[in-house]
């Protein structure tokens, strides 16, 4: 028994850091990000973003140097849902679809 208890104290507490952030808002591509982008950081890294579609495009290269694994298929769609979601605020910049 206090094994038990010790032991759910460990996993309770290695949840606080990695708390599940900003839920990603509904997509094609949603379960697709979450899976290839929320191993190593949580969502909220993501939903504070406002980039053009080129910044996100370097970021995914950045995410792929760092190890994340962004199939070749899947690469437009994840810039579409990312630029959807997370494109720059209104007013800075041309939106560009
Ligand atoms: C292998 C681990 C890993 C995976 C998988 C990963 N990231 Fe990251 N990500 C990081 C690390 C580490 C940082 C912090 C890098 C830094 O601060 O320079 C980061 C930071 C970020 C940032 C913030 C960058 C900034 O300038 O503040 C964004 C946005 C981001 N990641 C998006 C993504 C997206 C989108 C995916 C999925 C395609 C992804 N990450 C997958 C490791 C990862």
Partial sequence: MAIFLFASFILASAQGPSAPGKPLPPGPMQARVKAACTSCHNTTRITEQHMTREQWS???EKMEGLGAV??????EGFLNYLTKNFGPTKGAGKKTN
Avoid: A, G
């Fill in 58 to 60: 370097t970021q995914l």
């Fill in 70 to 75: 962004i199939p070749d298929e899947d690469r």
